[in-house]
């Protein structure tokens, strides 16, 4: 099966920077997406960010664009968040999911998930 892991998060003033990562294992191919979702208290899940493996195509939550970047390693089967000027808003338990076939917002397309990372920013 595939398991993912996700680790990076902790704590930042706002403006800071923060990496995360996503570790995966049990892959079969390289044709399949990463998503990086963020879920705040009080709020539901939102997809910030994915990319394909194969073609390293990828796509943005509006509110990110310009200050995440999202990149692969398809060596280590390791996917990376790169996350600059952080905002107190981006505060939130970020995931890395799987999902076969396209790349979306919409989390009921991932089949595999890794545990969340809590990214904290004060301001």
């Known amino acids: 099966d595939v398991q993912l892991q996700a680790f990076g998060g902790g704590s930042v003033q706002a403006g800071g920077s923060l990496r995360l990562s996503c570790a995966g294992t049990g892959f079969t191919s390289d044709d399949y997406k990463i998503g990086w979702f963020r879920q705040a208290p009080g709020r539901e899940r939102e997809g910030v960010s994915c990319?394909?493996?194969?073609?390293?195509?990828?796509a943005y939550e509006d509110s990110v664009k310009g200050r995440f970047t999202i990149s692969n390693d398809n060596a280590n089967n390791t996917v990376y968040l790169l996350m600059h000027s952080l905002k107190p808003e981006d505060t939130a338990v970020y995931y890395c999911?799987?999902?076969?076939?396209?790349?979306?917002?919409?989390?009921?397309?991932?089949?595999?998930w890794g545990q969340g990372t809590l990214v904290t920013v004060s301001s």
């Open positions: 990319i394909s493996a194969r073609d390293k195509s990828t």
């Open positions: 999911a799987r999902a076969p076939n396209v790349c979306s917002g919409y989390d009921g397309i991932y089949d595999y």
